[in-house]
């Protein structure tokens, strides 16, 4: 069993580089194959999304896993963002003198839904530090969390303030 591993955008994955040439070295049908990684990722349009694609060299049999995405690419569509911060949390000055400053923030239900999406793939049976590590990613991402800098929600989750949100 061969195993080829690509990040892709759900349901677009195309037959170019990365993904064609490797597909084509193992005479494997280049279009069933994007097709079939296209179908399995469709509900996931507009985000990068790992997937797996496991061939039998004999048989030319193959199976096709999708993983779930980053957090931050989850977060982005939480948003509905194109691009989340380039340098977190610090105002940028524009041509011209404009300042700008990236100020989008979560819910605390949109971090609760983005750790049960990823509970899976993030090492660890605690729901409570799934849900940290979720806000730990918003503090790369220059991302508040109910308008609160992350840190500061770190401190109140282990304070227990959001129980009650985390336990639901």
């Known amino acids: 069993m061969t195993t080829i591993k690509a990040l892709v955008e759900g349901g677009?994955?195309?037959?170019?580089?990365?993904?064609?040439?490797?597909?084509s070295a193992m005479k494997l049908d280049v279009g069933k194959v994007i097709d079939a990684i296209n179908e399995k990722?469709?509900?996931?349009?507009?985000?990068?999304?790992?997937?797996?694609?496991?061939?039998?060299?004999n048989t030319k049999e193959f199976e096709v896993k999708v993983g779930t995405p980053p957090v931050a690419s989850l977060i982005k569509k939480e948003l509905k963002l194109?691009?989340?911060?380039?340098?977190?949390?610090?105002?940028?000055?524009?041509?011209?003198?404009?300042?700008?400053?990236?100020?989008?923030?979560?819910?605390?239900?949109?971090?609760?839904k983005i750790a049960k999406v990823k509970m899976d793939d993030l090492k660890t049976t605690d729901f409570k530090k799934a849900v940290k590590q979720v806000v730990s990613t918003c503090v790369s991402c220059g991302v508040y969390v109910e308008n609160k800098p992350p840190k500061e929600i770190?401190?109140?989750?282990?304070?227990?303030?959001?129980?009650g949100k985390i336990n639901a």
């Open 82 to 112: 194109e691009k989340l911060a380039k340098t977190p949390f610090k105002v940028i000055e524009k041509e011209g003198g404009e300042k700008e400053e990236f100020t989008e923030s979560l819910s605390f239900d949109q971090v609760v």
């Open 12 to 23: 677009k994955a195309k037959p170019a580089p990365p993904l064609g040439p490797q597909l």
């Open 41 to 57: 990722t469709k509900d996931f349009a507009g985000i990068q999304v790992p997937v797996e694609i496991n061939v039998n060299p």
């Open 154 to 163: 770190i401190k109140e989750i282990d304070e227990g303030k959001w129980d």
